[in-house]
């Protein structure tokens, strides 16, 4: 089976996070939506549409891991094909329909469609063209999955997801080591290769799975609380509590509190300070004492500040949405609902405003731009710490999003 996987033109809604990265390219749960997509519904071979920015990218980054033959960006041939909303989130096997059909949401946008269109190809979604609203005519089929529609959806859903990877991803069991830690439900407790759990930690799947993957560190007198998944070579700190619901990514340095939140790779939230209810981009730096508040005092329905505006979200909890390499000083607070953009600097010592867009530093002196030569020195910087190279992808993808993200984030 052919699967098309498309982007379309609501990756903007997904900003900060997809900025930088495809949607389908999100993380939710143990994996990405892509991930997901591929192991629910079996395809023989992919096609991935994205913007024409990010193609060439996506055949050198995400093509070469993928478990099947891959192309990016080809139009269609005269074969039947299942066309995937690239923003769909699977939770059991996907039934494939017999007849050519189409799946669309109360607003008629196409989840997803089992079609024979030869020449339809990424410009006919994002252009909005007459031959990709001949799928609308097809005949209507039932969902099979679930529409994301904003960041906070994947939030909203992590617990649920975790717990579904946890049954679907085989995983050799493997012995426990010894130590001195204390572990809860040992039946939904999964230790990787080299995990050495230290004196006093608390793994606590009462609730739900906890999986820690291969070579990561788990500092002293630690507590988790499933469902929540520890990356590969991340590393916790001692006395850190992870609660439900929380996703870290691979070599993520985490302590403090962090409950209810996803945070993809190289990220850093080392020190004490509470992360609720939030979404973080790669290679953010929060300093020590960063703090997000993921309640309002009034127990009202939370509104995202965005760039274009609020936008109610339907959550009484949910605190930040956090761009790539993003960097906050110490005792950095965050209001409930923040935007916090790609490549930003927060040294205030005040309340963070509920707004930051992408590429700015802000002081007590007021908000500037941040310098694009400036922030590509702090990049390669940090990958240096982390014995990481920059490369030609890396400046290609950091130039896309500034030359962007004004547009995106410009209010209408």
């Given amino acids: 089976m052919h699967l098309v996987i498309f982007e379309g033109i609501h990756w903007r809604t997904f900003a900060p996070l997809s900025l930088g990265r495809p949607v389908f390219m999100l993380a939710t749960g ?110 209507r089929a039932q969902s099979q999955t679930r529409l994301v529609e904003r960041l906070w959806d994947l939030i909203k859903w992590n617990e649920e997801s975790l717990i579904e990877d946890h049954a679907q991803i085989r995983r050799e069991k493997r012995p426990f080591p010894p130590g001195t830690y204390h572990m809860i439900e040992e039946e939904n407790i999964w230790l990787g290769e080299g995990v050495r759990p230290s004196p006093g930690v608390v793994l606590d799947a009462s609730k739900g799975p906890v999986v820690v993957d291969n070579q990561a560190a788990l500092g002293a007198n630690c507590v988790l609380q499933g469902p929540c998944y520890i990356g590969p070579y991340a590393a916790v700190s001692p006395l850190s509590v992870i609660r439900p619901g929380t996703s870290i990514g691979m070599m993520c340095k985490v302590g403090g ?49 965005t760039p274009q505006g609020p936008v109610k979200t339907g959550r009484r909890f949910l605190g930040a949405l956090i761009g790539d390499h993003v960097k906050t000083a110490i005792g950095t607070r965050l209001p409930a609902g923040s935007y916090i953009g790609f490549s930003s600097m927060l040294a205030i010592s005040a309340i963070a405003p509920k707004v930051v867009p992408s590429f700015t530093f802000n002081t007590d002196g007021g908000s500037q731009p941040y310098r694009l030569d400036k922030a590509i020195e702090v990049m390669k910087s940090v990958f240096d710490r982390r014995n990481r190279t920059w490369d030609a992808d890396d400046e290609q993808i950091v130039r896309y999003v500034a030359r962007i993200a004004p547009e995106v984030e410009a209010k209408p």
């Fill in 257 to 305: 509190e962090i409950s209810n939140s996803i945070l993809f790779g190289y990220t850093n939230k080392i020190h004490e300070g509470f992360l609720g209810d939030s979404y973080i981009g790669k290679w953010v730096n929060l300093g020590a004492g960063t703090t997000t508040s993921n309640l309002k005092n009034t127990y009202d329905e939370i509104s995202v500040q």
């Fill in 30 to 139: 143990m994996a990405t939506l892509l991930e997901k997509q591929l192991r629910h519904t079996s395809p023989t071979r992919v096609s991935l549409w994205v913007r024409p920015e990010l193609a060439d990218i996506c055949r050198r980054r995400i093509v070469p891991k993928l478990p099947v033959p891959a192309t990016v960006n080809e139009p269609l041939g005269d074969e039947p094909v299942l066309l995937q909303s690239g923003r769909t989130l699977f939770f059991k096997k996907f039934r494939m329909p017999e007849e050519p059909s189409v799946v669309l949401d109360d607003a008629g946008v196409i989840l997803s469609a089992f079609i024979r269109s030869p020449g339809l190809s990424p410009a006919d979604i994002l252009n909005r063209t007459d031959r990709f609203f001949k799928i609308h005519d097809l005949p």
